[in-house]
């Protein structure tokens, strides 16, 4: 099984400044078989990157990602007061597709 | 829009088993997988397995192949989820999920549904 590891685990920026956030795996899958999703409270999770680079419909161009191999990156450029939430990966390269523990971004 | 809409939330006691039901819209519900995703309370994400609506097979992970049971209706566009033998550690939101192959990235999600085990 591939593990994820995310850092940091918990991020604290102000509103406008840029969030770069870290995706670890043991080992890599299919190439660039990495997403990234968005979780606000009480909410479910929403698709902004696949296959490693590629925004999703509708997800600002604020939001990037990155990498390749085992590591990888989200980049947020300029944050905005409702980006504040909680982000995970997820490997979907090799079964079982496992999701990273998550990075909470919050308001400092 | 494509959507996703699960049952409502579910009170189980230890031993039982709950399904909840999760209902497509907006596309051809045959052309795309559907995932179930856990996430117990305060907690990260967890796959459980998936269903190809097309002709009902299934994957399930090593955690839940012998408790879970996915299966589907064409006719009303609907998956189910079916978990057995209930303890207090199944007490979670589960989510259903899309994905457009065998692998692949989940989108959308459904809404989700909190199931408490509890006696």
């Known amino acids: 099984e591939i593990v994820l590891t995310q850092s940091p685990g918990t991020l604290s920026l102000s509103p406008g400044e840029r969030a770069t956030l870290s995706c670890r795996a043991t080992q890599s899958g299919r190439t660039n078989s990495l997403a990234w999703y968005q979780q606000k409270p009480g909410q479910a999770p929403r698709l902004l990157i696949f296959?490693?680079?590629s925004r999703a419909t509708g997800i600002p161009d604020r939001f990037s990602g990155s990498g390749s191999g085992t590591d990888f990156t989200l980049t947020i450029s300029r944050l905005e007061p409702e980006d504040f939430a909680v982000y995970y990966c997820?490997?979907?390269?090799?079964?079982?597709?496992?999701f990273g523990q998550g990075t909470k971004l919050e308001i400092k | 829009q494509v959507q996703l809409v699960q049952s409502g939330a579910e009170v189980k006691k230890p031993g039982a088993s709950v399904k909840v039901s999760c209902k497509a819209s907006?596309?051809?519900?045959?052309?795309?997988?559907i995932y179930w995703v856990r996430q117990a309370p305060g907690q990260g994400l967890e796959w459980m397995g998936r269903i190809d609506p097309s002709d009902g097979s299934t994957s399930y992970t090593q955690n839940f192949q012998d408790r879970v049971t996915m299966t589907r209706d064409t006719s009303t566009s609907t998956v189910y989820m079916e978990l057995t033998s209930l303890t207090s550690d199944d007490t979670a939101v589960y989510y259903c999920?899309?994905?457009?192959?065998?692998?692949?990235?989940?989108?959308?999600w459904g809404q989700g549904t909190l199931v408490t085990v509890s006696s």
């Open positions: 296959a490693a680079s």
């Open positions: 997820q490997q979907y390269g090799r079964s079982p597709y496992t």
């Open positions: 907006a596309y051809t519900f045959t052309n795309f997988y």
């Open positions: 999920a899309r994905s457009a192959s065998s692998w692949g990235w989940f989108d959308p």
